[in-house]
């Protein structure tokens, strides 16, 4: 199933549970918003997103707190997470899913390489993180990502968080 063919699906599930969703996207500049509204219909569900490349966005306008970026960076479980809750409690959806990482191919570092990518889905109380580091090009790393947080989008709303994916 490629990219499309799985936002396709994942909308599909989407409107069969009356769910809505919204993206703050830091790494992917948008690619999964593109990517999730290539699906006619997609209205119905998908209510908005932000781009949040820089850090004052994503304090000002999303609304992480400056505290967690100085502590743990941009790219980081806590930042990811609050970007997921904060875009959903803004734009009044079900669920928000963030992404953020190093899509290189400079700005990595040791502990945090090129292809470092954390996405997050909240959906209710519910709020699962996952690390991921990909490999290849910019333009692989964050297809990769995108695809990677329809995969964990489908994960959450079809099956639920598992104890594995809890943070």
Do not use: W
Not at 91 to 114: E, F, H, M
């Amino acid at each position: 199933m490629n990219i499309y063919q799985r936002a396709a699906f994942v909308g599909s599930l989407l409107k069969k549970t009356g769910m809505t969703i919204s993206v703050c996207e830091s790494c992917t500049g948008g690619m999964l918003g593109s990517v999730i509204t290539s699906v006619a219909g997609s209205s119905e569900y998908f209510k908005g997103g932000v781009i949040a490349y820089a850090n004052n966005v994503k304090v000002r306008i999303v609304g992480v707190r400056a505290t967690t970026l100085q502590r743990y960076g941009a790219v980081s479980k806590q930042t990811a997470r609050e970007m997921a809750q904060r875009v959903r409690d803004s734009l009044q959806t079900d669920i928000g899913l963030g992404i953020t990482g190093i899509a290189g191919p400079t700005g990595g570092s040791r502990t945090k390489p090129v292809g470092c990518v954390y996405i997050s889905v909240a959906i209710g109380k519910k709020i699962v993180v996952k690390e991921y580091t990909f490999q290849g090009t910019r333009k692989d790393i964050r297809k990769k990502a995108c695809t990677r947080a329809l995969h964990l989008l489908e994960a959450t709303i079809s099956h639920g968080r598992s104890d594995r994916d809890q943070v």
